[in-house]
């Protein structure tokens, strides 16, 4: 059973960079089947996509986060990582990760996530 | 971006009552959505894919259909165990998006 923990900081002060690193379990992350994600979510609000990475190191970042985003691969650790810049307490949230199943070539879903991680941002 | 529009925010229904859930997206995307469903203080749970597909281990009183921009969420006999929160989310073009959710209570 493939099994996803968050790791990092969870205070961050405003304008820093925000680092997480993902720890997968139970399976390689360099199985050509699977994206690996990043989700955060605000306290009490929904869900917003960051970014993921393919095991080649393709990556796809949401546009609105895209000049301050950086996902990257450990394939001899196993692990996926997040780095953030200059961040605001607006990005205070729970940060997941998360794998995204690829079928029937286009098509995916985000199968297995993690616990999540709180981080504030704050002065 | 594609937004998806969640109905209704909050419901509140009994034991064993019919519950159903409709997600509208901006633009056609298909069948390129998934439910899922979120307890208080716990990460999402996948229980529907590509709009209609029940996924492994998920009980079979939650559904899903739909195509195009229009989607429905049902969960045939409420149980106590489904109180939780539930987004759609698209994976028709960059940035997938969510849902903004429904909170789904007992009444």
């Known amino acids: 059973q493939v099994q996803l923990q968050e790791s990092g900081p969870g205070l961050v002060k405003t304008s820093q960079t925000l680092s997480l690193t993902c720890s997968v379990s139970?399976?390689?992350?360099?199985?050509?089947?699977?994206?690996w994600s990043w989700i955060r979510q605000p306290a009490g609000k929904g869900l917003e996509w960051i970014g993921r990475?393919?095991?080649?190191?393709?990556?796809n970042y949401n546009p609105s986060l895209k000049s301050r985003v950086t996902i990257s691969l450990d394939t001899s650790k196993n692990q996926f990582s997040l780095s953030l810049t200059s961040v605001t307490a607006a990005e205070s949230a729970v940060y997941y990760c998360?794998?995204?199943?690829?079928?029937?070539?286009?098509?995916?879903?985000?199968?297995?996530w993690g616990q999540g991680t709180l981080v504030t941002v704050s002065s | 971006d594609i937004q998806m529009t969640q109905s209704p925010s909050s419901l509140s229904a009994s034991v064993g009552d019919r519950v159903t859930i409709t997600c509208q997206a901006s633009?056609?995307?298909?069948?390129?959505l998934n439910w899922y469903q979120q307890k208080p203080g716990k990460a999402p749970k996948l229980l529907i894919y590509?709009?209609?597909n029940l996924e492994t281990g998920v009980p079979s009183r939650f559904s899903g259909s739909g195509s195009g921009t229009d989607f429905t969420f049902t969960i045939s006999s409420l149980q106590s165990e489904d109180i939780a929160t539930y987004y759609c989310?698209?994976?028709?073009?960059?940035?997938?998006?969510f849902g903004q959710g429904t909170k789904v209570e007992i009444k």
């Open positions: 989310q698209h994976y028709d073009t960059f940035p997938w998006t």
């Open positions: 633009q056609d995307i298909s069948n390129y």
């Open positions: 998360a794998r995204e199943r690829l079928s029937s070539g286009y098509k995916s879903s985000f199968d297995h």
């Open positions: 990475i393919y095991t080649s190191g393709s990556t």
């Open positions: 590509d709009a209609f």
């Open positions: 139970g399976g390689s992350i360099s199985s050509g089947m699977f994206f």
